[in-house]
């Protein structure tokens, strides 16, 4: 008895061994993979985040390794939450963080590989030290306000910055800032254009000493003594010195020069980096659901090189933005402030054709069906939205969605929104929609006319009460805040 039991129980073992090998070869490749990358990466910080970043990943895979294949194939290669960031700098004064990048969560992404996000947080009162990237910048001011200022060749621009302040800072101009407040911090999101390496950006600080440490310290003593004509012990002094950080508490003296501190120089640039507020101009669309602020390379000319756009949607609590797509831009949203979700459309072509149970055998084959891509997002929250693919976005229960949303290859996009009283599809012939739909055109019409609001509109939460007419139930709070 019990040697037939073996005989039964073997090949079952044998087949789950395999497969338990097999997944993990599977991991172990990725994880290869991973640290491959990481060897391209310079050596110092930015290599020790992405190991510990192939490692949570590895950790990641184990932690769900009951998960069947094909969920793990259907994660929301769209979607980066707060362990998406890597920490490039932190102290109590501020931090620093950056995305990671986007073609490295997924094919599907390769688009826009080119860009990557970061966030900079600095405390009330403090100094960023000045640096220089290989990349150009968009920056918006989340919260806060401060002064900034950029080094060129032959001249200094000093700019007082506030929320809703966008501004252009070319690659190679040495940037430093101050948060000038009392008792606010300084929140910025930055849009980084990799010009060097697809994907990759560097800082370089040369007004430094050892902590951060200055790229001078690369160089040899003769050349530096040559080049500054200035002797070793007073070099050694200058870049030795420094070891507090890039964020640096200031006094009240130094803070009230820096904030007096004006432009100077000899030629002005081609194109100001001076800011453009989004939020002093008028919205393109607004109700008391919502308001959408937009602007492009018309209203802003410093980002026509970029083929960027920047809009900011604030949607009021328990509302929703319609459902809509975007012709040719990218849209790379971040959540400012606030909670909600997400929904996107997203194809999913199948290698043969399928037919649904609801199906008949004389209706034709299809490859195509589409799989609902939702995430939770809260503050610091990224999601991507590429070209063509629908998406909404609904607000929490008391407190509004604010998102900011950096828009790439933006010249000529069009957005088409697919609800509400602006609704491209209410354009379809008569005989379209009845064909399109398979239904009389009066019964199109009637739900495609049913919103009367445009861009913003109740959500799904206000629309149940609303049909309801009462006030929210126990149930519905305790869904919006779980």
Request: net charge negative; hydrophobic share 35%.
């Amino acid at each position: 008895m019990a040697t037939r039991t073996v005989q039964v129980l073997f090949p079952f073992l044998l087949l789950l061994s395999s497969s338990v090998l097999a997944s993990s070869s599977g991991s172990d490749q990725a994880k290869k993979r991973c640290h491959m990358e990481c060897r391209g990466t310079p050596e110092g910080r930015r290599r020790k985040e992405c190991v510990r970043q192939c490692l949570d990943h590895s950790g990641r895979e184990r932690e769900h390794g009951e998960v069947a294949e094909g969920e793990r194939r259907e994660r929301n290669p769209y979607f980066f939450g707060d362990r998406s960031y890597e920490q490039w700098s932190r102290s109590e004064h501020g931090r620093f963080e950056v995305l990671e990048r986007f073609a490295r969560r997924s094919e599907l992404l390769v688009g826009v590989e080119n860009y990557r996000l970061a966030v900079l947080e600095a405390e009330p009162e403090t100094f960023i030290m000045p640096r220089h990237w290989d990349a150009e910048e968009v920056f918006y001011v989340m919260e806060g306000r401060g002064t900034i200022t950029l080094l060129h060749e032959n001249n200094r621009e000093t700019h007082d910055i506030k929320r809703g302040d966008i501004i252009w800072i070319p690659a190679g101009a040495i940037v430093y800032a101050i948060n000038k407040a009392r008792n606010e911090k300084l929140r910025v999101a930055i849009l980084l254009h990799t010009i060097s390496t697809p994907g990759h950006v560097e800082e370089f600080y040369g007004a430094a000493g050892r902590n951060p440490e200055t790229f001078f310290a690369s160089f040899s003593d003769e050349v530096l003594e040559a080049a500054f004509d200035t002797p070793r012990e007073k070099l050694e002094r200058l870049f030795e010195k420094q070891r507090r950080g890039e964020f640096i508490k200031m006094t009240e003296e130094q803070m009230r020069a820096l904030t007096q501190s004006t432009s100077e120089g000899g030629w002005p640039l081609a194109r100001s980096t001076e800011p453009y507020n989004l939020l002093q101009n008028r919205p393109s669309h607004s109700n008391e659901h919502g308001q959408l602020h937009e602007v492009g390379a018309n209203e802003y000319q410093q980002l026509q090189d970029l083929d960027v756009d920047v809009s900011i949607a604030n949607i009021s609590e328990r509302s929703m933005m319609a459902p809509n797509y975007n012709s040719l831009s990218t849209k790379l949203a971040m959540v400012v402030q606030g909670r909600g979700y997400i929904e996107m459309a997203c194809p999913s072509r199948s290698g043969e054709s399928r037919r649904s149970e609801e199906t008949t055998e004389s209706e034709p084959q299809q490859h195509l069906r589409y799989r609902t891509v939702r995430s939770r997002v809260s503050r610091g929250s990224v999601f991507v939205i590429p070209a063509g693919h629908p998406v909404a976005a609904v607000a929490a229960r008391n407190e509004n969605l604010e998102v900011l949303f950096f828009g790439v290859r933006a010249a000529q996009n069009r957005n088409y929104y697919l609800a509400g009283r602006n609704n491209v599809l209410n354009r379809l012939d008569r005989e379209a929609k009845e064909l399109a739909f398979g239904v009389p055109a009066e019964e199109v019409d009637e739900v495609l006319h049913a919103q009367p609001e445009s861009v913003f509109m109740p959500g799904p939460e206000r629309r149940r009460e609303a049909e309801r007419g009462q006030q929210p139930s126990p149930e519905s709070l305790s869904f919006a805040e779980s």
